[in-house]
């Protein structure tokens, strides 16, 4: 608790006694309550004193009160009491406590008797103390700020008032969208996001708040993304949330919030309508392959999506394939081709398509789903499926269908049915599902599926069979407490007619937040298969595949990165080799605010033993993996020592040698924005130790980006491979040769050309129409533009609630519009430098048009700020006259404003009128006011000079003057 007066209380209080002491008068005066509480919105604050009179003679006189500064005390210090001998009154005590008292203070007021002589008789001391009263606001200059078109950074100003009684320790927290940087005004990055701010009584405190978007692509730099008009959408509105938090550390539940948006903007801005845009898109891509070697491919793609309006839309793709060679000549591959409908509530599609249910169903066929209400309906039917990556010629078909019900909003169920015609191999299948998905809560979700098929082969008539097989699986994900859960659960019969067929598996994961960003997890993976394969007429068990994984993970979180130790153990199992692994491993990857940059690092090390190859010790089993990502430069580096998969183990079971490999891998984009180019270098290594096999591919995409709207792509690549001597038994033995494997060097260049265009035909019966506003400077004012007038960029357009930025050029563009009436709104970004749009420029559109704003000058209005100090002034200290804002209200009640700067001096741009110019005194010492804080002016003239003084001036203080009789 703060105690201001404390001193000069203690010290009134020693001084009364002590001449209570000498003058012995038996005189007394005692407050009734010695300890109060009050609050500043309290008007009166008040308390009783006793006198009491034990001398023999009535008493005659007067009570005068101490109070602290700025307090107003009713009672009438100069009314005369009288008490009679032996005896007591009661004297009532009034004050009005002043609207600055601070809070959170104890304040002593003390109450002294004198006689009518002027003598003191007695004193008595009242301890007030004022509650704190914390009212503080937060608030933003603008809820959304349009970055200018030219540059990835703006700012915002953030505003504290505190409104209270007592200072307040604030902690004010930045939670930006992931790809935006914040700063404070000289563009250093807030440490942690926050920074700590103390707001004085009655002054607001405001700071500047810069933010970058940190996926900048930088003009000419060597290593970018792709450009522009490749790799984003123009019509695309980027949207960069800002969440500001403050709060009071030492009370919780004072946090107060505020959220900014900042928009990216685009030159250009396509409408939504009923009817869907006029054009129909599309893009048409021919490709060459292997133009330098004997067989080569040649592949032609027709695609693109058009827009009908109401969330409908129609995608079509057509991809034809020839291929020529030397052997067969010249042949037409089967063309891909794709069709597809979509709505909100209904999606039908032919072609290429797939789709999971439980069976991947994928190949030529048609599908369709539905939704009415709460059901979603859905069939397919798919032919000549893609089996093991190869075209069968119509011998596998599937046909399926599913139900689907919505319970609640979290809630769904769904029923599936597939059948399945394997033509090829006289099988006839049936699987039927369920799944329930369901939120229990809201951090408890979980899903179930179960199934059933029946499995017919008709292969031999006479030995017709039939086999069953079912299936579950069980999902749970959650939290409790600082617990993260997730578990997964399958089984499947050895027949069961679904991908997971014969399987096993068990899933989980749990992960516990500790203090200090640090948190430890377990992982435990089970899962093992053994399919019972059914292939014309014949059964077969497939081979046990088994691979279990026990992972204890720890995890630290540092603004600098992550570190994690992981100990491992696995058993696998296949081919009927089984190996286990014990292990730990140790990565890294870094954090910062630097998202360009990124590195991961990430080291495991460990030994593997064979179980039933005792003469085998265990071998040490290791690997490195370190990937770098600067900009868009990515590069992987992978040592392996020991096998990199359980196949490998195959190396050191038949030919006892452990084996090693090397992987390096590198890829980037440059792009020479000038001159429409760009280069995609690709590099990749590997080696192998057992095979003594370095393999090479060095391969680059140029691409140029020709203004006609053609892309021209040039690929190139190098495949080279050197194999070295090698003893390997096991292959040597199966090619029936002696020695080492036969050393040799091969290398081969292909050579891919392509050729893009992007074509847009007219959609028939549908009409849509384009305006172009181009914003300019209106140097004589005659509201059309001139020779030499010039075009003004960043200025913020809106025509029925769309917006755009102009360009370099000084225009926005917006397309599919609808015949209709129009306005449009203008609205200059950053500094004006002293011109003003004009009012809502109205537009009936009937075909396409240029709309041409013009920006009028405006008048600047100077003035300053200036503090008058009394005769007798408290002010001892400098005042602040920064931020002070100065308005210019108009006849149509626009405002025009600014802030002062540290001298107090101010500048203000306004259009011709006649204005009120106001001083706001929100902020300003509460022992100041403005002498007059509006004048009237009538702006009418560009070469005047008008300038205006605001005077600040102390408040009226009552000064008590006391006079002392030395007689």
Avoid: C
């Avoid at 891509?285 to 067989?295: D, P, Q």
């Amino acid at each position: 608790m703060t105690v201001i007066g404390a001193l000069i209380g203690i010290l009134t209080i020693s001084q009364v006694n002590a001449q209570s002491n000498v003058l012995n008068t038996g005189f007394r005066l005692d407050f009734l309550k010695s300890r109060e509480t009050a609050s500043v919105d309290d008007e009166v604050v008040s308390n009783v004193v006793k006198a009491v009179n034990n001398t023999s003679k009535p008493i005659r006189f007067s009570v005068d009160l101490a109070s602290p500064q700025g307090w107003k005390v009713i009672n009438d210090v100069n009314k005369i009491h009288t008490v009679a001998s032996k005896d007591s009154m009661f004297i009532p005590i009034r004050l009005v406590p002043s609207r600055e008292t601070a809070g959170n203070v104890n304040y002593f007021i003390s109450a002294t008797a004198y006689s009518e002589f002027g003598n003191a008789l007695a004193s008595t001391p009242w301890t007030l103390e004022i509650k704190k009263i914390s009212a503080w606001k937060l608030s933003v200059s603008d809820r959304q700020v349009v970055f200018p078109n030219d540059s990835d950074s703006s700012q915002v100003r953030v505003r504290l008032q505190n409104n209270g009684n007592a200072v307040e320790d604030i902690r004010v927290t930045f939670t930006p969208d992931v790809k935006l940087q914040v700063m404070d005004e000289n563009g250093k990055a807030f440490r942690d996001n926050t920074t700590l701010l103390k707001l004085p009584v009655g002054i607001d405190t405001s700071f500047m708040v810069k933010v970058k978007v940190l996926d900048r692509k930088e003009k000419g730099y060597f290593f970018t993304d792709r450009p522009d008009d490749e790799n984003t959408n123009l019509d695309e509105k980027r949207l960069f949330r800002l969440q500001i938090q403050a709060a009071n550390p030492e009370n919780k539940k004072q946090v107060k919030g505020r959220r900014v948006d900042f928009v990216k903007l685009s030159e250009k801005v396509k409408f939504e309508n009923d009817k869907g845009s006029s054009i129909i898109p599309l893009s048409v891509e021919l490709n060459s392959y292997n133009l330098l070697s004997n067989f080569t491919n040649f592949t032609l793609d027709f695609k693109g999506e058009a827009d009908l309006g109401r969330q409908r839309h129609v995608r079509y793709n057509y991809q034809a394939i020839v291929t020529s060679n030397v052997v067969s000549g010249t042949d037409f591959l089967p063309s891909n081709r794709f069709l597809q409908y979509a709505s909100p509530k209904l999606l039908v599609a032919a072609g290429n398509i797939g789709e999971n249910m439980g069976l991947l169903l994928n190949g030529e066929g048609v599908k369709a789903q539905a939704r009415l209400g709460k059901f979603e309906i859905g069939g397919i039917y798919v032919g000549n499926s893609n089996r093991n990556g190869r075209l069968a010629a119509n011998n596998l078909k599937f046909y399926g269908a599913r139900l689907g019900y919505r319970l609640k909003r979290n809630s769904n169920i769904e029923v599936q049915m597939v059948n399945r015609k394997d033509e090829f191999n006289f099988k006839d299948g049936d699987l039927y599902r369920l799944k329930v998905d369901h939120r229990i809560s809201k951090y408890h979700n979980i899903g179930l599926a179960a199934g059933i098929s029946n499995e017919t082969d008709t292969f031999d008539p006479d030995s017709v069979f039939e086999v069953s097989g079912y299936g579950a699986e069980l999902r749970y994900g959650g939290r409790v407490g600082k617990l993260n859960i997730a578990l997964t659960g399958n089984y499947s019969s050895p027949s069961f007619l679904a991908l997971q067929r014969g399987s096993k598996s068990g899933n989980v994961n749990l992960r516990y937040t500790l203090k200090d960003n640090r948190s430890v997890s377990l992982r435990a993976a089970i899962n093992e298969s053994r399919p019972v394969s059914i292939i014309r007429g014949f059964t077969f068990d497939n081979d046990l595949r088994r691979r279990n994984i026990y992972e204890l993970r720890y995890e630290w979180r540092t603004e600098f990165g992550t570190v994690r130790l992981f100990p491992r153990y696995t058993d696998e199992e296949l081919l009927g080799l089984q190996i286990q692994n014990s292990g730990a491993g140790l990565s890294y990857s870094s954090g910062g605010k630097r998202r360009d940059f990124r590195l991961f690092s990430k080291f495991f090390a460990g030994f593997s033993k064979v179980p039933g190859y005792e003469d085998i010790d265990p071998y040490l089993v290791a690997q490195w993996e370190n990937r770098l990502k600067y900009k868009n430069l990515n590069a992987v580096v992978r040592y392996n020592y020991g096998p990199a998969s359980i196949t490998d183990n195959f190396r050191i079971v038949n030919d006892g040698l452990n084996p090693q490999s090397v992987f390096i891998s590198a890829f980037a984009t440059m792009y020479f924005r000038k001159i429409g180019l760009s280069i995609r270098p690709r590099f990749n290594s590997s080696y192998e130790s057992v095979l003594a096999r370095w393999r090479v591919t060095a391969s680059q995409d140029l691409s140029y980006y020709a203004k006609s709207g053609y892309t021209f792509t040039l690929g190139t690549e190098l495949l080279m491979i050197n194999q070295g001597e090698s003893p390997l038994t096991s292959l040597n033995a199966q090619q029936g040769v002696d020695g080492v494997l036969s050393t040799f060097k091969q290398s081969n260049f292909f050579l891919r050309i392509g050729v893009k265009k992007d074509f847009a035909f007219r959609r028939p019966g549908v009409k849509s129409y384009k305006i172009k506003v181009a914003v300019f400077k209106d140097l004589d004012g005659n509201g059309v533009r001139d020779s030499g007038e010039d075009f003004v960029q960043n200025v913020l357009i809106k025509i029925n609630g769309k917006s755009a930025i102009t360009g370099a050029t000084g225009s926005a563009l917006f397309e599919n519009l609808n015949m209709g009436s129009y306005s449009i709104e203008s609205q200059v970004l950053g500094d004006s430098e002293g011109w003003f749009n004009p009012d809502d420029t109205p537009l009936v559109l009937a075909k396409d048009e240029t709309v041409f704003i013009p920006l009028t000058r405006g008048v600047q209005i100077n003035g300053r700020v200036i503090v008058q100090k009394a005769t007798y002034s408290a002010l001892v200290e400098e005042v602040d006259l920064d931020e002070i804002r100065i308005s210019a209200v108009g006849e149509d009640e626009r405002v025009y404003s600014g802030l002062t700067d540290g001298s107090g001096g101010f500048r203000i741009f306004v259009p011709f009128g006649k204005y009120t110019i106001r001083a706001s005194g929100a902020g300003i010492d509460k022992r100041l006011q403005f002498a007059q804080d509006n004048y009237s002016l009538e702006i009418n003239n560009s070469n005047a000079n008008y300038q205006l003084t605001f005077y600040l001036i102390e408040k009226n203080r009552r000064i008590n003057i006391k006079k002392f009789d030395n007689n």
